[in-house]
């Protein structure tokens, strides 16, 4: 991930609402929720809520996809992991870390624990 990306992610979830979505959609799953349901979920009013979904797909941390006459938005775990991946590039006093990967959001990958 190169520097103005994680600027860019940063700064769409350094609002309070908006890192409030993205984290109930992390809960979700890969599935994600419906637009609706987000906005009823955080109390969010649908035209505020919009304008904040827009700013996360921008930053490329939400996918959205029309389901009928609704849209559900997700998290990009590929995205996220990036980021993390990112931030604790160096971490550990020069020794590699392992952020989390998308792996463990995966509905089909059972976990050994």
């Known amino acids: 991930m190169e520097t103005k990306d994680a600027v860019k992610a ?3 979830i350094g609002h309070e609402s908006r890192l ?21 979920l955080t109390g969010i009013p649908p035209s505020s809520l919009s304008f904040h979904l827009k700013e996360l797909v921008h930053a490329d941390l939400l996918a959205s996809r029309q389901e009928g006459r609704f849209v559900f938005y997700a998290v990009k775990y590929d995205s996220m ?3 993390l991946a990112y ?4 971490c550990c006093g020069g ?3 392992t952020p989390m990967t998308s792996m463990q959001c995966s509905p089909n990958v059972e976990s050994d624990s």
């Open 10 to 12: 940063l700064v769409a």
């Open 20 to 40: 409030a979505v993205y984290r109930l959609l992390i809960q979700k799953g890969p599935a994600g929720l419906a637009a609706g349901e987000l906005a009823k």
């Open 81 to 83: 992991t990036q980021l």
């Open 87 to 90: 931030l604790t590039e160096n």
């Open 95 to 97: 020794n590699p870390c």
